[in-house]
């Protein structure tokens, strides 16, 4: 089969903590949802919090979600994730994550999100910040899930949700 790389479906990593409060959760799983409906791949860390909120909103949606998890187990996964990848390298899995993704969204986060941010800005990866680590001028900063996948959609050059 040969496919041009214009035919390829953008992939979003949405990445935060894995233990979450209602609100960061809420916010994730509509992040989720919108790129979902936008036709996005949804891939995350695969596991709860953060992760788990924008795998549900995809899945919600009819969304392909993907975990990249830190373990060996595929069944570590969280129960949204359609494609889980173990890849037994703990936390270095956060560099697989950004390399796989078009775009990111941080949304809330801890010392793993912080690593993910990084790997993402040394890569020059579309990143955008909604309640997360404000660090650099090229993360864009959202107030909301609809602004933050619009200003990911518009970086990546795809149609707005």
């Known amino acids: 089969m040969n496919?041009?790389?214009?035919?390829?479906?953008?992939?979003?990593?949405?990445?935060g903590a894995g233990q979450a409060d209602a609100r960061l959760r809420q916010l994730a799983d509509e992040v989720g949802e919108r790129l979902a409906r936008a036709g996005l791949i949804v891939a995350t860390g695969g596991l709860g919090g953060v992760m788990e909120a924008a795998s549900a909103g995809a899945a919600r949606a009819g969304g392909?979600?993907?975990?990249?998890?830190?373990?060996p187990s595929t069944g570590?996964?969280?129960?949204y994730?359609?494609?889980p990848i173990a890849t037994g390298i703990g936390e270095a899995r956060n560099a697989v994550l950004v390399n796989t993704a078009d775009g990111l969204i941080a949304i809330g986060g801890e010392y793993g999100t912080l690593s993910e941010i990084a790997f993402a800005l040394k890569a020059d990866k579309p990143i955008v910040?909604?309640?997360s680590w404000d660090l650099d001028e090229r993360i864009v900063r959202a107030s909301s899930p609809a602004q933050a996948v619009d200003a990911l959609l518009a970086r990546l050059g795809a149609d707005r949700a």
């Open 3 to 15: 496919v041009s790389h214009d035919s390829v479906v953008k992939i979003a990593a949405v990445i």
């Open 64 to 71: 392909v979600v993907v975990g990249i998890l830190p373990g």
């Open 76 to 79: 570590a996964a969280n129960p």
């Open 81 to 83: 994730v359609q494609v």
């Open 129 to 131: 910040a909604l309640d």
